[in-house]
């Protein structure tokens, strides 16, 4: 990793896309910047009474729209320059689908599988008043969400600590991906991978693209390779076979597996969570002599899902995936990028496909702000209206419904249903308006999502002027 500049990478992609538009250099500038940078190093108590100095980082990268959003990474690799990145992407990615928050990033530099859940519920705590008195999180301001190594545990520590400091009547919303018991949406953990999977199946839904690649239309029987079988990963492998599609190979951190069979996702995954996260001597698939020989194998889609710069200069000559959906952020290097598309392949890009978390995180903090349940005014409303219509039906026609047809036919919208259709909706949509794009412009997606955010925020800065 060493000498790998993820913040420049972003910018070489965005610079690519810039020349597309028609915005002046000082504005494109300021769109790359990054607003607000902060590096923290705090002191944490160990189980055993030391003392560790633990750094922690939050970027705000845009606050052409507030609050500001993104992930906080638990990761030895966080640095300066990571969670620049990550925040610059975050900026692109809600604009691509139409999110109205900036984008921000934040990331704790540990390993959390050497700490105890103890120490871990008192660096994030720590973590979220220093964010806190630096006011880097609320609602109104800058929200966090879970990203590697974090999850609803943490982000539950999180609310916890910003509600005992402040009485913002809006507090629930100063962090997504909660628990649902604590103002979480059902749905969320799910949101991610599910968005990966939406924009999978949509790219594969076009005959006319998939012909050029020399595949069949549909997920079905298509066969896939995943690196990172974490929450993202899982999620959209399961997605993926609920669908029809055979996962041929995973890469974890210790290892690499192969199985042209396919390799059964749960059967796995016990095991991973009984050895240490790691799939290292999984013996129901041909184990490789690397962990990530994996990625080079025959297969129809390759899904990074574990972190970034995994698809260099170094492998990418050989790996043969005709579709590479980035469920990660920035697994791809920009050299590798332009090796794969050279050779006719497509590459579904991280500032579009890993957007459903973003969302959803949208949705679960519109539901904070508006202090209730998606669903809870509409659903039984909606049922009864449908049972109406369908008794007009059964009294003009001879069809009776059972009771089954009825439960079905006369089902309104609860929160996760909402959740899901409006996911599915904002996949959809972005994947189009960015394919056409593409082909306007002769690019590739990457670059037509690099154009479409930043003809957004571009335009945004345009009406909203500079201040002063
Ligand atoms: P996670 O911590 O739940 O899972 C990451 C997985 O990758 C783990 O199983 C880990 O063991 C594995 N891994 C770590 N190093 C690896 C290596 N060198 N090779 C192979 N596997 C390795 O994290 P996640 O939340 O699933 O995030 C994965 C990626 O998706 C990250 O790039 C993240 O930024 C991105 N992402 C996450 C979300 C979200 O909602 N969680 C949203 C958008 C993007």
């Known amino acids: 990793m060493s000498g790998y500049k993820f913040y420049e990478q972003v910018n070489k992609a965005f610079d690519r896309a810039a020349a597309h538009t028609k915005i002046e250099k000082g504005l494109l500038d300021q769109l790359k910047a990054c607003n607000d940078i902060l590096h923290i190093q705090f002191p944490v108590e160990m189980d055993d009474g030391s003392i560790r100095v633990i750094d922690g980082y939050r970027v705000e990268h845009s606050h052409h729209k507030m609050p500001t959003k993104g992930g906080i990474r638990y990761s030895t690799m966080v640095n300066e320059d990571e969670t620049m990145a990550l925040a610059a992407l975050m900026t692109y990615k809600c604009a691509v689908v139409d999110v109205p928050f900036g984008g ?3 990331g704790i530099k540990i390993d959390p599988k050497k700490f105890s859940v103890t120490e871990l519920e008192r660096i994030t705590r720590r973590y979220t008043f220093e964010l806190y008195k630096k006011n880097f999180i609320g609602a109104g301001n800058d929200v966090p969400a879970p990203d590697m190594g974090s999850g609803e545990r943490e982000m539950g520590w999180i609310f916890d600590t910003f509600r005992q400091l402040s009485n913002d009547i809006n507090a629930e919303g100063c962090v997504t991906g909660k628990p649902v018991g604590q103002g ?12 990966v999977y939406f924009g999978i199946k949509e790219a594969c839904s076009n005959a006319e693209d998939m012909k050029e690649l020399g595949l069949s239309k549909g997920i079905a029987d298509k066969t896939f390779i995943l690196q990172g079988l974490g929450n ?4 959209t492998a399961m997605y993926m076979i609920e669908a029809g599609a055979k996962m041929i190979g995973v890469a974890e951190y210790d290892a690499s597996i ?3 069979k396919g390799i059964d ?6 095991y991973k969570n009984e050895n240490n996260g790691g799939i290292s001597g999984y013996d129901k698939a041909t184990q490789l002599n690397s962990n990530t020989a994996v990625l080079e194998k025959e297969c129809d889609i390759l899904i990074p899902a574990a972190l970034e710069n995994q698809i260099t200069e170094s492998n990418a000559p050989n790996i043969k995936a005709k579709i590479i959906g980035e469920a990660a952020n920035g697994p791809t290097t920009d050299v590798a990028h332009e090796v794969i598309k050279s050779r006719g392949a497509l590459i579904i890009p991280d500032n579009y496909l890993n957007a459903g978390g973003v969302t959803v995180s949208y949705f679960e903090w519109l539901k904070n702000i508006q202090h209730v349940r998606f669903g809870r005014m509409g659903k039984r409303f909606e049922e009864n209206s449908y049972k109406k219509i369908l008794s007009v039906i059964e009294t003009i026609s001879d069809r009776k419904f059972t009771e089954d047809e009825l439960a079905v036919l006369a089902q309104g919208g609860g929160e996760r249903e909402l959740v899901d259709s409006g996911l599915e909706e904002t996949m959809v949509n972005a994947y189009n308006e960015i394919n056409e794009l593409r082909k306007y412009h002769g690019v590739d997606l990457r670059t037509a999502a690099f154009i479409s955010a930043i003809n957004k925020v571009g335009f945004m800065y345009k009406g909203m002027g500079i201040f002063p």
């Open 258 to 260: 192969y199985d042209e």
């Open 265 to 270: 996702l749960k059967d796995l995954m016990q």
């Open 184 to 195: 979480g949406i059902r749905g969320r953990k799910e949101a991610t991978g599910r968005g």
């Open 104 to 106: 921000a990033k934040g």
């Open 232 to 235: 993202v990963g899982y999620h």
